[in-house]
């Protein structure tokens, strides 16, 4: 079966890697591909919360790793779509509870049976972030639009380029077509242009999401709103399909904060 491990990551935290992984795989299953989403924030979980899982989980990555259970054991089946699994993690242990060895070779086992197999990357730049870089084969990186995030979205880009993982493309999430406009928001045009990283897609602000997060039902699992529509097209373009990106008004901004050409 012909496997791409998608791994989800960021400089700063709290951008949106888990609700973006999430939709990600929710949207690809209802593509009917048979996908994985594993959480690799060992220690802090949260996608099984996201997805509404969380009451599910008997054993973890780290018991499967530790040989206390099956892989199949640890995997949690998610009956809104055909074929959509999580892994979820330990939430007692911390980030170096799993080697980056450990996580390629579950991988390995996952790519006999999936097709997608998203990792939940932990935010920051330590050894929860190259455990979960090892397996990859694509990376996403995620950014708001705002320019710190940038900066720490910039680094992360080159640490993925010096690992040869990647390539690299950036995902933009909790964009404002409105404070685009209004010039208080970096656009899409502005990102991509520091960065000179290909864009997968732009995920507006969408207060879907919370509602969706509190019920433990991504919004692509039945949502027609913006947000839910951005991760549709993003998973379409995961899948080799050509989605036009949505161009939003460039502004001038972004060159004069950061200095950069
Ligand atoms: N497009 C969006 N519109 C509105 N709210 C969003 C959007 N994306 C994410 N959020 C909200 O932002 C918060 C952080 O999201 P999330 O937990 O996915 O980030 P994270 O990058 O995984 O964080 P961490 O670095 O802690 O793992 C959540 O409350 C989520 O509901
Ligand atoms: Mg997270």
Known sequence: MQSVVVTVTSGKGGVG??????????????????????????????LDIVMGLENRIVYDSVDYIEGRCRLRQ?????????????????????KTAVSAEQMVAMCDELRKDYEYIIIDSPAGIEQGFHTCLAPADRVLIVTN???????????VIGLVEAQEKGPAQIL???????????????????????????????????????????????????????AATAFHEIALRLTGEEVPLRVQQPVSIFHRLFGKA
Request: hydrophobic share 40%; charged share 25%.
């Open 145 to 155: 639009p705002e320019v710190s995030s940038v900066r720490d979205a910039d680094r």
């Open 74 to 94: 640890a995997l949690i089946r998610d009956k809104r779509a055909p074929d959509l699994y999580v892994m979820p993690t330990a939430q007692t242990r911390d």
């Open 17 to 46: 890697k888990t609700t973006c992984s999430a939709n990600i795989g929710c949207a690809l299953a209802l593509l009917q591909k048979k996908v994985v989403v594993i959480d690799g924030d060992i220690g802090l979980r949260n």
């Open 172 to 226: 933009i999430n909790r964009l404002m077509a409105a404070r685009v406009k209004k010039q208080e928001m970096l656009s899409m045009d502005d990102i991509v242009d520091v960065l000179s990283t290909e864009l997968i897609g732009a995920v507006p602000e969408d207060e879907a999401i919370l509602m969706s997060t509190n019920r433990g039902t991504p919004v692509a699992l039945n949502g027609r709103g913006p």
